[in-house]
């Protein structure tokens, strides 16, 4: 969406490049202004913590380098949009043409309001698909989502679906969709993935960091 931006993928952890490969990489190749957007969803650990002890790091490392970490893209409610999309492929896929029930599945996190900020999130959802709907972690927190499909289950539904609140594949949506599945739902989508209105979001926050590095 923006070929004039020069944009690197980086990781702290797992996986490579590291944050710090790609910001020595950027200054090597003579850049002096950087603006990290987040690809976070809640205001968890790696939000309050990692990134902006990374930024710090790398500030310290290069003398004269402009770096600044933007906002998390957050729980954007135009992602509920992209959530519902998947969930329609995830539908189609099951041959499912019935619901009664949702649960919004989250990595979870040992911070209590990063979890109050997927509840609310998932009460919006509902609302808007005038359907019940609970709020389930992957790790850090109750529910997993197998046992909101069965709380589900116990009241007499059937047709339950489950949507996936994560950016991207791995262990977390692995173990989520695992464990609802074998508790009976009848679908579990895939992550949001690389969908324009993430897109549009980065870019969204880059436009704000990238503000903030001009001096004043």
Known sequence: MRPDLRIEAAFLDLSRPSFTTVVDRLVKAGFD???VVPLLLSEAFHARIDVPSAVAEQAARHEGLQIRATAILGHEMSFLEVLDQRLREALAAARCRELDALVLAAAGSSAPLANQAVARLARVWGAHHKLPVKAAYASSAPPATGEAVRA???EGRRHI???????APGSLIDRASELAIEAGAVAVSEPLGAHPELARTILARYAVGAVELVPV
């Open 152 to 154: 589900f289950r116990h």
């Open 33 to 35: 202004e950087i603006v």
């Open 161 to 167: 679906a489950v949507a996936s609140l994560f950016l």
